[in-house]
């Protein structure tokens, strides 16, 4: 795949993408976001300095004021876009990715995605047209150059998220953090006082595990944490820490949809209330959000899309099966520390009534059994679909279908979703049935139809 993507630019540094690509997209930015003041911010990687450099050399080339934030979060940057009414913004950053990546992730004013669908495609063209080269030599970006983190307004973030959840709040909870050698390193002990600390010094090389919580070997460190200390959990971050993910008491991992309900359990209002979802959202949490009065709406995956519809339908927060959860109170965007702070502070609060969290979860993760998503390297993806959809007709009948997003199906028994990665040569695969059984047979004809 390219380094335009539907949710950002992405890619192997010095492969799929290079300085000379960077100064283009920051000249051709601007002419698709308009307004005159932009923000960057950083990961740690070894290349985003660099990376800075050239995009800040291409956003003044292109007569824009830049203020740099310097090393932090993805949520901080979607914070002061809105909060300091900037025009537009980009993080420099490959999120989970292996260490050789990087990317940027481009907002405009509010804090809105710019996707592939909503700007990318346009400055792509526009980067392809344009034979610019960067002089590193130049030195245009040196006079808003910050070497580490901008300490004023890191400090403003972290005051505001303890406006939204005061950290004293899960003080009586025995938890630990992993902040995964990424960005949540700046302000976790900030956060989250008396926790047990796991990789909390930014190292873009990632030494100790992949950024990517969502793959087993990179959350063993933190449930082994938890079980040796006997801990109540542990909470784990991605390398840019817009992403948060759990282990319960005994380190099993907690599948973030199932996070969703219980996220929005702690929003007074949101009875009554929409609470998003994307096409891969277990039932049995779909099931909760209805049962606390919520209003559950369907979306496409990615947070270029969840931002939007967070919006349009007014919805007080959501999640996704990837650990990203959004906000209407956090301009609609996503937030691993916000999302973490009050899954922390529910379950500091199951605590104190005699729960203990696997207790506390079980009521939305026993409710059916779910296969968590497959991936399948395949070289025709439609073709793979419409097996898929073949063999999915032998399975019972249909009770209803989406097709927003790849397909979801659904049935009496359970439901499957199938769809092409955004981001990643996959195809993915997800099913959900009311015994492991049938889980069994379904994902067995499935995985045939893929693989055929």
């Given at each position: 795949m390219g380094f335009f993507k539907a949710y950002d630019m992405r890619g192997t540094y010095g492969v799929d993408f290079d300085l000379d690509t960077v100064y283009r997209v920051g000249r051709a930015l601007p002419k698709?976001?308009?307004?005159?003041?932009?923000?960057v911010g950083r990961d740690c990687r070894a290349s985003s300095s660099a990376v800075r450099d050239a995009l800040v050399a291409g956003l003044r080339?292109?007569?824009?004021e830049v203020v740099d934030l310097g090393l932090a979060t993805t949520p901080m940057v979607y914070f002061f876009t809105a909060e300091e009414d900037f025009d537009g913004s980009v993080m420099i950053t490959a999120s989970h990715n292996p260490p050789a990546d990087n990317g940027l992730k481009v907002s405009k004013r509010g804090a809105l995605p710019v996707g592939y669908e909503s700007g990318l495609a346009e400055v792509e063209r526009l980067v392809q047209a344009d034979p610019a080269a960067y002089d590193a030599s130049a030195g245009s970006a040196a006079s808003c150059r910050v070497a580490g983190t901008d300490p004023v307004r890191l400090a403003k973030?972290?005051?505001w998220l303890k406006t939204q959840v005061d950290p004293a709040a899960v003080t009586g909870l025995a938890f630990a953090v992993d902040c995964s050698d990424g960005m949540a390193s700046i302000l976790a002990r900030e956060l989250f006082p008396g926790a047990v600390f796991l990789n909390d010094a930014p190292d873009g090389a990632f030494p100790h595990h992949a950024p990517n919580p969502?793959?087993?070997?990179?959350?063993?460190?933190?449930?082994?944490?938890?079980?040796?200390?006997?801990?109540?959990?542990?909470?784990?971050?991605?390398?840019?820490?817009?992403?948060c993910m759990f282990v319960d008491e005994k380190g099993a991992?907690?599948?973030?949809?199932?996070?969703?309900?219980?996220?929005?359990?702690?929003?007074?209002?949101?009875?009554?209330?929409?609470?998003?979802?994307?096409?891969r959202t277990s039932r049995g949490a779909i099931e909760a959000l209805r049962e606390m009065g919520c209003k559950p709406v369907i979306g496409k995956v990615g947070h270029a899309y969840a931002k939007v519809l967070l919006r349009e339908v007014g919805a007080v927060c959501g999640g996704e099966l990837a650990g990203h959860?959004?906000?209407?109170?956090?301009?609609?965007?996503?937030?691993?520390?916000?999302?973490?702070?009050?899954?922390?502070?529910?379950?500091?609060?199951?605590?104190?009534?005699g729960q203990a969290v696997s207790a506390?979860?079980?009521?939305?993760?026993?409710?059916?059994a779910n296969s968590g998503e497959v991936n399948f390297k395949v070289a025709d993806k439609p073709a793979a679909i419409a097996r898929v959809l073949e063999t999915a007709a032998t399975l019972g009948a249909e009770t209803s279908r989406c097709d927003i997003d790849g397909y979801r199906l659904e049935y009496a028994e359970g439901w499957i979703s199938v769809r092409q990665s955004n981001t990643e040569p996959y195809l993915r695969l997800l099913a959900e049935c009311d015994t492991r059984a049938r889980l069994a047979t379904w994902m067995s004809a499935l995985s045939r139809a893929i693989e055929a």
């Open positions: 698709v976001v308009p307004g005159t003041r932009w923000l080339a292109a007569g824009v973030y972290v005051a969502l793959l087993a070997a990179s959350r063993e460190q933190l449930a082994e944490t938890v079980r040796a200390r006997g801990l109540d959990c542990g909470v784990i971050f991605d390398g840019d820490a817009d992403r991992f907690i599948q973030p949809d199932y996070l969703i309900p219980v996220l929005a359990s702690t929003f007074a209002d949101a009875p009554g209330r929409p609470v998003i979802h994307d096409v959860y959004y906000f209407r109170d956090f301009h609609g965007c996503d937030s691993g520390e916000l999302a973490a702070l009050r899954i922390l502070r529910a379950f500091a609060g199951a605590k104190a009534s506390f979860m079980a009521p939305v993760q026993r409710r059916y």
